[in-house]
Nanobody, 124 residues
Framework: QVQLVESGGGLVQAGGSMRLSCTASGRTFSSYAMAWFRQAPGKEREFVASIIRGGGITYYADSVKGRFTISRDNAKNTVYLQMNSLQPEDTAVYYC?????????????????WGQGTQVTVSS
């Protein structure tokens, strides 16, 4: 069992930056690929970014490519999402997730564990 706890959300102005963190319990963090998803009001949950277990390969949604960066620190059981040039359309609840394959999570498949989510609001 893996428990995921997100932090770092809040309110930011358009054009600003924010970093989300997700810390996992247990000693198996490095066994999982990790990902970030988001869900805006009235919309379905969508993939944002994922990273393989060792951290060397990452995947991004087209809407965030070049603005967001996913990274992980396996020694700290933590995955990060650095978000730059934020826009109002980035407003959503952001969830971190753990799964076996980063590429599968791009298609919302193979996600085994979810965090509770953290709200990100970007004002115009």
């Amino acid at each position: 069992q893996v428990q995921l706890v997100e932090s770092g959300g809040g309110l930011v102005q358009a054009g600003g930056s924010m970093r989300l963190s997700c810390t996992a319990s247990g000693r198996t963090f490095s066994s999982y690929a990790m990902a970030w998803f988001r869900q805006a009001p009235g919309k379905e949950r969508e993939f944002v970014a994922s990273i393989i277990r060792g951290g060397g390969i990452t995947y991004y949604a087209d809407s965030v490519k070049g603005r967001f960066t996913i990274s992980r620190d396996n020694a700290k059981n933590t995955v990060y999402l650095q978000m730059n040039s934020l826009q109002p359309e980035d407003t959503a609840v952001y969830y971190c997730a753990a799964g076996l394959k980063a590429q599968a999570m791009v298609e919302l498949r193979g996600t085994d564990y979810w965090g509770q989510g953290t709200q990100v609001t970007v004002s115009s």
